[in-house]
């Protein structure tokens, strides 16, 4: 097999069909070979001829069928069937099915290939998530973008790529002016206070900067000063960024998140570039003024009345807004970085925004055929009311409260269940809880809001990480039970209905594992987890280990469900989750 992926290796065949039958050629990939739907009795579809219907002036049946009686694949498929419009629907072989699953007991990546072995060479990607704003304690807001990004980052490094990550802070700008001159009126620093204190300051400047003329005229001179380097006013914004990133790494390690203090690049970071971004986009002819402002119109973007809209790349009074330090980004990461892919883990709201800076990007010569830039979108998190999430006193949830929220109701939960010791019974609660938080959102298509709900992300039962660690766990236990595990080259045998459909799931984690990384949606393997979950379930139910009638046997099934448990806590831990060996 290419690699232990099923798809691609039955790829492999529809080419060299299409190529004897009709003298098409495609790559394994473009075979379009994806498992099928639960249920569907086939355990893989190609829809390669609805593709090329078109493109031969054939029917599409006529090229599935083309691509049957052409196919060499007796060795892995039973005989292919042509279904409805034009698919071809594959049953492995069962014979084919027992061997390449006991060969998976000694393959540490579980079939899957890495990208020099899949379609491309592994690319550079440069990933923009976390995003906090200094000076400000996180909130509920910064989740999706938080554990999105890593699970990202985690499938992208699993399958061979370099990633670097950057934490786009808020760090610049108007508001440090006023919160630096609001400090200096109140004779403080930030060493002497907590992010909470400088939470509650913050909005103390705010209302001043919007009451009182004389100090929103000082809190701008301050932000020229910040901006020429005055060694006073930069002292005090260090202070505040450093606790800051106290507070930012105190959750980021709570939350089990890959982002550290050598990833952090804030605005501050792309400030000494801007000037040379304006002044790139000007020598280009991309920029007209427009009211005072150096603006860029990419073209096809229109306000309500049809009119052009700007991007503004240098305010009227020479400052600058997010659409310059966008760009500045752009301009680095792939100019002076060298990153192939520029991706934006940031939520929807913000999609027109992106499609400027990439076209204005584009126009500048910054992205192209070389470097590409992607947002990675995402909606609200929604409360049981149907409205975006907020305390009982309708302010933003503080992430580190829903964090230890989450913490304390797993150890309710698991005290009732659980015989483990007081120490472990800790960093169980922790890893369920955390871990339920995570999975109720990677477990959504991203792009849609979902209702953050605990007793429904905290179940035992349904698409639930708990659902899944409880799984890993008893695929272990059982094991433990046997005594030993199953060495690599033990003889699988699929005599069981349920033995067959956890064999083929868990073949199938490859394909699950490709299209969650390339499409950026970690609700995909969600899916391949939760129904390897419930086939190890039937299995279970079905299939005695430990009493089975016999030694073959029973080690044929331990076989399975240590690969369960490997795919289990693999796909977990993709998706930036703990799976602990006992609950």
């Given at each position: 097999?290419?690699?232990g992926?099923v798809?691609?290796?039955?790829?492999?065949?529809v080419?060299?069909?299409l190529?004897?039958a009709?003298?098409?050629e495609?790559?394994p990939v473009?075979a379009?070979?994806r498992?099928?739907?639960p249920?569907r009795?086939?355990d893989?579809?190609c829809n390669?001829?609805?593709?090329?219907?078109k493109?031969?002036?054939?029917?599409p049946?006529?090229?599935a069928?083309?691509?049957?009686?052409?196919?060499d694949?007796?060795?892995?498929?039973e005989?292919?069937e042509v279904a409805?419009?034009?698919?071809?629907?594959?049953t492995?072989?069962?014979?084919w099915?027992?061997?390449q699953t006991?060969?998976?007991?000694?393959?540490?990546?579980?079939g899957?290939?890495?990208a020099p072995?899949?379609?491309?060479?592994?690319?550079?990607y440069?990933?923009?998530y976390g995003s906090p704003?200094?000076?400000?304690?996180?909130?509920?807001?910064?989740?999706?973008?938080?554990?999105?990004g890593?699970?990202?980052?985690?499938?992208?490094e699993f399958?061979?790529?370099?990633v670097?990550r950057h934490n786009h802070?808020?760090?610049?700008g108007?508001p440090f002016?006023?919160?630096?001159e609001h400090?200096v009126?109140?004779?403080w620093t930030?060493a002497d206070?907590?992010i909470?204190?400088?939470?509650g300051?913050?909005q103390?400047?705010?209302k001043k900067f919007d009451?009182?003329?004389?100090?929103a005229?000082?809190?701008?001179?301050r932000?020229?000063?910040?901006q020429?380097?005055?060694?006073?006013t930069?002292?005090l914004?260090r202070?505040l960024?450093?606790e800051?990133e106290r507070h930012?790494?105190?959750?980021?390690?709570l939350?089990?998140v890959k982002?550290t203090?050598?990833?952090?690049?804030?605005?501050?970071?792309?400030?000494p570039?801007l000037a040379d971004v304006?002044?790139e986009l000007e020598?280009k002819?991309l920029t007209?003024?427009?009211?005072?402002?150096?603006?860029?119109?990419?073209?096809?973007?229109?306000?309500?009345?049809?009119?052009p809209?700007?991007?503004?790349?240098?305010?009227?009074d020479?400052g600058?807004?997010?659409?310059?330090?966008d760009?500045?980004?752009v301009r680095?990461w792939?100019r002076?970085?060298?990153a192939?892919?520029?991706l934006?883990v940031?939520g929807?709201?913000?999609?027109?925004?992106?499609r400027m800076v990439?076209?204005?990007a584009?126009a500048?010569?910054?992205?192209?055929?070389?470097?590409r830039a992607?947002?990675?979108?995402?909606g609200?998190?929604?409360?049981?009311?149907?409205?975006?999430?907020?305390t009982?006193?309708?302010g933003s949830?503080k992430l580190?409260?829903l964090?230890r929220?989450?913490?304390d109701?797993?150890?309710a939960v698991?005290?009732?269940?659980s015989?483990?010791?007081?120490?472990?019974?800790?960093a169980?609660s922790?890893?369920?809880?955390?871990?339920?938080?995570?999975?109720?959102?990677l477990s959504?298509?991203r792009?849609?809001d979902?209702?953050f709900?605990?007793?429904?992300?905290l179940a035992m039962?349904?698409?639930?990480?708990v659902y899944?660690?409880y799984a890993?766990?008893?695929?272990l236990s059982?094991?433990?039970?046997?005594?030993?595990?199953?060495?690599?080259g033990t003889p699988?045998?699929?005599?069981e209905?349920?033995?067959?459909?956890l064999?083929?799931?868990i073949l199938q984690?490859p394909?699950?594992?490709?299209?969650a990384t390339?499409e950026?949606?970690?609700?995909?393997l969600?899916?391949h987890?939760y129904?390897t979950?419930?086939a190890f379930?039937?299995?279970?139910?079905?299939?005695p280990?430990?009493?089975?009638?016999d030694e073959?046997?029973r080690?044929?099934?331990l076989?399975?469900a240590?690969l369960?448990?490997?795919v289990?806590?693999l796909g977990l831990a993709?998706?930036?989750?703990?799976a602990p060996?006992?609950l």
């Amino acid at each position: 097999m290419l690699g232990g992926d099923v798809g691609l290796e039955l790829g492999l065949r529809v080419a060299n069909a299409l190529k004897a039958a009709l003298d098409v050629e495609i790559t394994p990939v473009e075979a379009l070979i994806r498992p099928s739907a639960p249920g569907r009795g086939a355990d893989y579809q190609c829809n390669v001829a609805m593709s090329l219907a078109k493109r031969l002036g054939r029917p599409p049946r006529d090229v599935a069928t083309a691509i049957v009686d052409h196919l060499d694949a007796a060795d892995v498929v039973e005989p292919p069937e042509v279904a409805g419009p034009g698919f071809v629907n594959f049953t492995l072989r069962r014979e084919w099915l027992q061997e390449q699953t006991a060969r998976l007991l000694g393959d540490e990546r579980l079939g899957v290939p890495t990208a020099p072995a899949d379609r491309t060479r592994p690319k550079r990607y440069a990933i923009d998530y976390g995003s906090p704003n200094v000076a400000k304690e996180m909130h509920v807001g910064h989740l999706r973008s938080s554990i999105i990004g890593d699970a990202v980052v985690r499938l992208l490094e699993f399958a061979g790529h370099e990633v670097i990550r950057h934490n786009h802070l808020g760090d610049w700008g108007t508001p440090f002016g006023m919160l630096i001159e609001h400090m200096v009126d109140q004779g403080w620093t930030a060493a002497d206070h907590t992010i909470s204190d400088l939470n509650g300051f913050y909005q103390q400047a705010r209302k001043k900067f919007d009451a009182d003329p004389e100090f929103a005229d000082r809190a701008r001179r301050r932000v020229v000063a910040l901006q020429s380097g005055d060694e006073t006013t930069l002292a005090l914004w260090r202070g505040l960024v450093e606790e800051s990133e106290r507070h930012f790494a105190a959750v980021y390690e709570l939350l089990g998140v890959k982002l550290t203090a050598d990833d952090y690049y804030g605005e501050s970071f792309y400030n000494p570039f801007l000037a040379d971004v304006v002044q790139e986009l000007e020598a280009k002819g991309l920029t007209s003024v427009s009211d005072g402002a150096v603006c860029v119109f990419p073209p096809g973007f229109t306000n309500r009345e049809g009119e052009p809209l700007p991007l503004i790349v240098r305010k009227s009074d020479g400052g600058y807004g997010y659409a310059s330090t966008d760009l500045a980004t752009v301009r680095y990461w792939t100019r002076e970085r060298g990153a192939t892919d520029l991706l934006y883990v940031v939520g929807t709201p913000q999609a027109q925004h992106f499609r400027m800076v990439f076209a204005t990007a584009h126009a500048a010569g910054w992205l192209g055929d070389e470097h590409r830039a992607v947002h990675i979108g995402f909606g609200s998190i929604l409360g049981e009311d149907g409205k975006v999430l907020r305390t009982r006193a309708g302010g933003s949830v503080k992430l580190v409260d829903l964090l230890r929220e989450a913490v304390d109701r797993s150890t309710a939960v698991m005290a009732e269940r659980s015989k483990l010791d007081s120490a472990r019974q800790e960093a169980v609660s922790r890893a369920v809880g955390i871990g339920a938080v995570k999975y109720a959102d990677l477990s959504n298509d991203r792009e849609k809001d979902y209702v953050f709900a605990w007793d429904r992300m905290l179940a035992m039962e349904g698409n639930t990480s708990v659902y899944l660690q409880y799984a890993n766990a008893r695929a272990l236990s059982v094991v433990a039970r046997v005594g030993r595990e199953a060495e690599p080259g033990t003889p699988v045998a699929l005599a069981e209905a349920a033995e067959r459909a956890l064999a083929v799931k868990i073949l199938q984690l490859p394909a699950a594992l490709t299209t969650a990384t390339e499409e950026y949606a970690p609700h995909k393997l969600c899916t391949h987890l939760y129904e390897t979950a419930v086939a190890f379930s039937a299995f279970w139910e079905n299939c005695p280990i430990a009493k089975a009638p016999d030694e073959r046997t029973r080690m044929s099934r331990l076989v399975l469900a240590q690969l369960t448990s490997r795919v289990l806590v693999l796909g977990l831990a993709l998706l930036g989750i703990e799976a602990p060996d006992q609950l």
